[in-house]
């Protein structure tokens, strides 16, 4: 059984600093890309960015392009999120999702149940 | 940007058939996706490919892709599918998520 459990989340202040963690298991991980996706409270799902399997190809959304690094240790079945310079609209229930990718189409099939961001001074 | 629309809202009555429309400039021309999210919890895949069910998705969920229009049907809807409902395709580098429409099942 495929579990995604996010963790990191938690209050900071605008213009403040975050790594997210989601620790995965239940497929070989190495095999999948991974992103994550974030979905500010009674608002809609906004893809932030993703990663290839080994971890030597990433990308973003535009509103976090520069800001944001994703990262991935699949050594330790683990995916990352590292946010700089944090905006008030930054915050949001942060998902890990397992992606898959054929041809030329990239969806998610396995998702975690999030971790809560609060960007507030 | 690519951009993908949906109805904020659709009302079906229980037994019955709900629609829930996607559009998209040819989104024919590619993929379409579709999640369901219940208040409280995380995202589920319910249609991939267009028309593909994943596995434990039931039989009364369908789906089409044709012209601008991607297209979830919910045959004989029951209580328990009153939900969001997020479409999304893959745009060249990015993945857009349409904003989304409540499905209330009354």
């Known amino acids: 059984e495929v579990q995604l459990v996010e963790s990191g989340g938690g209050l900071v202040q605008p213009g403040g600093s975050l790594r997210l963690s989601c620790a995965a298991s239940?497929?070989?991980?190495?095999?999948?890309?991974m992103s994550w996706v974030r979905q500010a409270p009674g608002k809609g799902l906004e893809w932030v960015s993703l990663?290839?399997?080994?971890?030597?190809?990433?990308t973003y959304a535009d509103s976090v392009k520069g800001r944001f690094t994703i990262s991935r240790d699949n050594s330790k079945n683990a995916l990352y999120l590292r946010m700089n310079t944090l905006r008030v609209e930054d915050a949001a229930v942060y998902y890990c999702?397992?992606?898959?990718?054929?041809?030329?189409?990239?969806?998610?099939?396995?998702w975690g149940q999030g971790t809560l961001v609060t960007v507030s001074s | 940007s690519y951009d993908l629309t949906q109805p904020p809202s659709v009302s079906v009555s229980p037994g019955q058939t709900a629609s829930i429309t996607c559009s998209g400039d040819?989104?024919?021309?590619?993929?379409a996706f579709w999640y369901q999210q219940k208040p409280g919890q995380s995202p589920v895949l319910v249609m991939y490919?267009?028309?593909r069910r994943p596995s434990g998705i039931p039989e009364r969920f369908s789906g089409s892709n044709t012209g601008n229009t991607a297209t979830l049907t919910i045959s004989g809807t029951q209580a328990m599918d009153e939900a969001d409902y997020y479409c999304?395709?893959?745009?060249?580098?990015?993945?857009?998520f349409g904003g989304g429409t409540k499905l209330t099942v009354l």
């Open positions: 999702a397992k992606t898959q990718r054929s041809g030329s189409s990239t969806w998610f099939d396995n």
């Open positions: 239940g497929f070989t991980f190495n095999n999948y890309a």
């Open positions: 999304q395709a893959w745009d060249t580098t990015s993945v857009v």
């Open positions: 990663v290839s399997g080994s971890g030597g190809g990433t």
């Open positions: 040819k989104l024919g021309n590619r993929y």
């Open positions: 490919q267009d028309t």
